[in-house]
């Protein structure tokens, strides 16, 4: 019998420029505003001085919304490709054919190992506008020494809340977001004016978060009113979110996100909601201000554009992301 282990090496998309080898098949990329960035590593650091290349590595991109399609050539030796593409879900295959190298003089000589690959093929996320994407493809590498997973780190997010929407039931001028049409991605970009710190009668510690100069996107609307009357309104709009722990050990999120313009107003809350994603709590009892990601986060909206409303409540499929801080990935 062997006594051979094994070593998980995990690629994780760091987010970077278009590196070359970077092509889009069979249209070139959306125009740039409305994309986020996919990029794939093709070099990675090992643990004992060694460095492990994916070699003769095609991906191909596929919109599972939007019908977006692309390819990604891996073949040459360079760090990194990337390719731009629209928000939303997309499913990223590797191709059959890959090779995994090791170098064990600093990069003058490669040499294949025997590897597998452990993480699912077509592997699905979901890519934020103007927010590098992340997708992590793991290999076990037979090796004696045991098991270690790497990971390579995300480069800087900007502060956002972004990720999907599910409508449950619509009303009125949203009444046609009933199923089938009930899915559609957003995003609310924002500088943060304060973030302040609380403490209630029950011993809840929470931090309060007032945004500044919102700006709101929605992306895949088979409507377009989302992305048409309810964003215009949003524009400027007051966006105020509570991250609460709780004396049980819960850390609970809620908030608001209200605008206007001369047509109408448009009002959504999101919340309370427990977060199943672990937060950080500091010294002094108060969350950390970190990413989180919150799947199941209800919402209720109502907008007015002269007399002609609606309402619309689901859940939100909520990323919070900070500059400076790994989470694209989630």
Excluded at 194 to 213: C, M
Excluded at 321 to 329: C, N, R, S, V, W
Aim: glycine share 12%.
């Amino acid at each position: 019998m062997h006594d051979r282990l094994s070593r998980s090496l995990s690629l994780l998309a760091v987010a970077l420029t278009c590196a070359a080898g970077c092509t889009a098949d069979p249209a070139p990329p959306p125009p740039t505003g409305d994309t986020g960035t996919l990029v794939l590593p093709l070099i990675q650091a090992g643990p004992d001085g060694e460095i492990f290349h994916l070699a003769h590595a095609t991906f191909d991109i596929a919109g599972l919304v939007n019908g977006f399609t692309g390819t990604v050539d891996g073949s040459g030796f360079v760090p990194q490709v990337s390719i731009s593409v629209p928000p939303g879900l997309v499913g990223v295959t590797l191709r059959d054919g890959w090779t995994l190298e090791r170098s064990t003089d600093n990069g003058a000589t490669f040499q294949p190992v025997s590897a597998l690959l452990a993480s699912p093929n077509p592997s699905n996320m979901r890519v934020l506008v103007n927010v590098p994407a992340s997708i992590i493809f793991e290999f076990i590498v037979r090796n004696p020494n045991g098991t270690l997973q790497i990971k390579l780190a995300v480069e800087d997010a900007p502060r956002e809340l972004a990720g999907g929407v599910l409508i449950e039931t619509a009303t009125g001028k949203l009444a046609g977001y009933n199923s089938p049409a009930r899915t559609l991605d957003f995003g609310v970009f924002y500088d943060l004016f304060s973030l302040s710190s609380e403490i209630l009668p029950d011993g809840t510690r929470q931090h309060v978060y007032v945004a500044n100069h919102v700006a709101v996107e929605f992306y895949n609307d088979r409507i377009g009113t989302f992305s048409g009357s309810i964003a215009h309104q949003l524009t400027g709009a007051f966006l105020n979110y509570t991250v609460a722990a709780r004396p049980d050990g819960t850390v609970e999120l809620s908030g608001e996100l209200a605008g206007n313009d001369a047509t109408g107003t448009t009002d959504i809350t999101f919340g309370p909601n427990v977060i199943d994603d672990e937060i950080g709590i500091g010294a002094d009892g108060f969350p950390e201000d970190q990413f989180f990601y919150d799947p199941t986060l209800p919402f209720s909206l109502f907008t007015i554009t002269g007399d002609d409303d609606g309402t619309a409540d689901g859940q939100l499929r909520l990323r919070h992301l900070i500059p400076g801080q790994p989470g694209a990935d989630q």
